[in-house]
């Protein structure tokens, strides 16, 4: 998927991007790494794929073999290096360390904390190593960067509120709960959502969830229920699914009902289930594959010492680095009505697996099985 040739500005603080299955995989368990030959001799370039935690299911479900996959497709004597941070910043520092040490050419790397690893970075590339940012922004010298349009995720879940609340977005009283600070797509997801919400709603409350953890936004839920009380909430900006669980197993938790309309990011299989079963609205599906195999032809190219002009027709512009490649990929919008359409057309995930016994009734009401 190619986007037109853009330049955007990406600041420190307010930038870019990232988005119910299990971690897979020993060295995701662990935090560890591992080395695997994704189909030939290994006398290749040596690859470093580094991916921030096992917690959110998209890194191990998707991401990771279809990263492997990638770069296997298109070089068969490269070599893959794998590390899963497991949401800790002190853990990939180490990793990025080791993989310099085992002479790595080109790392994919997802920060745990952009700032925080900025001197990895750093040290990556002063000793020769091309860094691909990958889904959200890593500050310092990156040859790269493939994620997608953050502002535009943003504004598809804002839009997505408005379409929900209905007559209630016309002043209607809404909580934002935002991703972490340490994650510069937070600010470019809420940023977006402004873009559509601002003088449409009332933003009575607002969070930054650390850790893009769901009981951290369960926590925050509960503070909004009792600031608010449990008539005051017409709607709530989710900025991701995960979000999205902690938001709803709060305002149960509190009695609410109905549930007011919620938003979500990365069509994970427990937010498109909750979708089907009218608890959340929509979900920002970000085709995993699209952006996979950017980074792998990317990886590939770097490794070889190809241009990259024909792979990455985009450009964000950092302090460290100045004007960089990029890949910036469309998101799309998901909701009851086309699902079919969306995720299980593409093969994210089968109608057998969204409609489990417990959702059977809930598909049969949206028309996802007669």
Known sequence: MKTHLRD???????????????????????????????GGTGGGPKIGVLLP?????RWEAFDRPLIEKGIAERCSDCTVE?????????TQQQQVDSMIIKGVEVMILDPVDSKALTSSVEKADGAGISVIAYDRLAEGPISAYVS??????????????????GDKADGGRIVMMNGPPADPNSAWFRDGALDALKGKVKIRQAYETVGWLPENAHTNMSGAIAALGPDGIDGVYSANDGLATGIVSSLKANNIKPLPPITGQDAEL?????????EQYMSVYKPFKPQADAAAEL???LGRGEPLGAIAEDEVTVPATGRVPAVLLTPVFVKADNIKETVVKDGMYTIEQICTPKYRSDCERVGLIP
């Open 8 to 38: 955007i500005t990406v600041g420190v603080a307010a930038v870019s991007l990232a988005v119910g299955l299990a971690a897979c995989g020993k060295a995701a368990e662990s935090g560890g790494m591992r080395a695997s030959s994704p």
């Open 53 to 57: 935690d096992s917690y959110t299911a």
């Open 82 to 90: 794998y590390a899963n941070a497991r949401g800790d910043v002190a």
């Open 148 to 165: 997608f349009d953050g502002r535009e995720v943003g504004r598809m879940q804002g839009e997505g509120l408005l379409q929900a609340m």
């Open 270 to 278: 427990v937010g498109v289930q909750r979708i089907v079963k009218g």
């Open 299 to 301: 990886a590939v190219a």
